[in-house]
């Protein structure tokens, strides 16, 4: 198992920047494919990035392309997303999470691990 924190969360304005970390602890991170999902008032969770193991392959909602950027330090057993140019329709509970397989990394059913969330709100 692994256990899965997040931080970074706050308030920003329209077009501002902020950056998430997840930190893992337990089983070996580098066991793990780690994304990162976000669910809005009234909505579903929904996908918003996704990393390999090694760094090598990365994945992004369309929504957020060019504008979010995931990362991972093995070293640190953590994960980050870094998001820029940031819009009210950002706003969510982001969620870390961890699965076994690089295979449909942008399906929410593949992740058997999650944190508690971290709150994202973009005033306009």
């Known amino acids: 198992q692994v256990q899965l924190v997040e931080s970074g969360g706050g308030l920003v304005q329209a077009g501002g920047s902020l950056s998430l970390s997840c930190a893992a602890s337990g089983r070996t991170f580098t066991s793990y494919v780690m994304g990162w999902f976000r669910q809005a008032p009234g909505k579903e969770r929904e996908f918003v990035a996704a990393i390999s193991r090694s760094t090598t392959n990365t994945y992004y909602a369309d929504s957020v392309k060019g504008r979010f950027t995931i990362s991972r330090d093995n070293a640190k057993n953590t994960v980050y997303l870094q998001m820029k140019s940031l819009k009210p329709e950002d706003t969510a509970v982001y969620y870390c999470?961890?699965?076994?397989?690089?295979?449909?990394?942008?399906?929410?059913?593949?992740?058997?691990?999650w944190g508690q969330g971290t709150q994202v709100t973009v005033s306009s």
């Open positions: 999470a961890a699965a076994t397989s690089l295979l449909r990394a942008t399906m929410i059913d593949q992740y058997a691990y």
